[in-house]
């Protein structure tokens, strides 16, 4: 088992920035990837970044490119997202998640969520 505490959301302003983070504990040896969804009122979850924790590969959903930094502290067992000149359309709950592998199977953890509201 893997669990996930979010934490850094709030209210910011159009432009600002802000910096999620998401800390495992449990079975952390066996997460192979971690990221961040979100899901805005109305709207299905997407996928917002995501790393690879073998060779760090990045994936992030074009709108966030070039504003949205997905990295990670292996000794704090924590991925982070940061967050720059966020858009109103930013607004939503952000999501966690680790992939563990377990036998060959992959299981999905998620964090609670975490409020990122953006004003403007």
């Known amino acids: 088992q893997v669990q996930l505490v979010e934490s850094g959301g709030g209210l910011v302003q159009a432009g600002g920035s802000l910096r999620l983070s998401c800390a495992a504990s449990g079975s952390t040896f066996s997460i192979r990837s971690m990221g961040w969804y979100r899901q805005a009122p109305g709207k299905q979850r997407e996928l917002v970044a995501t790393?690879?924790?073998?060779?760090?590969?990045?994936n992030y959903v074009d709108s966030v490119k070039g504003r949205f930094t997905i990295s990670r502290d292996d000794a704090k067992n924590t991925v982070y997202l940061q967050m720059s000149s966020l858009k109103p359309e930013d607004t939503a709950v952000y999501y966690c998640?680790?992939?563990?592998?377990?036998?060959?199977?992959?299981?999905?953890?998620w964090g609670q969520g975490t409020q990122v509201t953006v004003s403007s």
């Open positions: 998640h680790a992939d563990a592998t377990r036998y060959n199977l992959v299981t999905r953890f």
């Open positions: 790393l690879s924790t073998s060779g760090g590969s990045t």
